[in-house]
């Protein structure tokens, strides 16, 4: 393969943030009548209102998952996917069909995402993606989750992370792309050559100022690329 595009997955690829649609998901299936879920999401929001670093309320929202089997992890991650796609409004066609167009050119495609394996596995047989860097949820001896995560995948570790990948693979950094939808996308959007975004968020339209980087539109599709024809909504979940 020659040449390498990394693409942020939540709101990005797909069209929702996966932790939260996940973790509503997750937990309904064990008996959660919202308010746990709520909770949940109000102390995150709390701590992000508040200022908190996001890679420290990402650390946070893994504790949710203390003492789980990372096996009903990834079982639940197909379900919940299958479910996902089923509403209909899963994908941003534009985004899922560059990542089609530079797989089918030879080019390695990546996901990078705060989220964990469990929700992104699923999206990246989908959609066809070559790899995943998410996330990693450290274990015990068991396979049960601690709580505690590697590092959280978002801001200077996507940077570090396709660094690392560039140098695995023998990789120039001339033959790169790379997609996000939020300023904290940027630590790996300047390290690629021609970068792009989808959405609104002043930080990447203020750095698109400065050079030729493309625009992604928000229609809809499914996991081929493949636009809708009607005028399907995204439903707003935190």
Known sequence: MSGAAFFDVDETVITVKSMFTFLRFWLAENGDDGSEYARITDDLKARASAGGPREEINREYYRAYRGVEYAALEAAGQRWFAEF??????????????LREHKAAGVRTVLLSGSFAPAIAP?????????????????????????????????AAKGEAVVAYLREHGISANDTWGYGDHGTDLPFLWLVARPAYRGEDPKLVAAARSGTWRHLGDRLGDAQGNEFSDDRKVASVW
């Open 123 to 155: 999206v990246a047989a989908a959609v066809g993606a070559d790899h995943v860097i998410a996330t990693e949820p450290l274990l015990d001896e068991h396979g049960v989750l601690t709580g505690e995560v590697r590092r959280p995948m978002i801001g």
């Open 85 to 98: 796609v089923a509403e209909g409004a899963a994908f941003y066609a534009e985004a899922v069909r560059a």
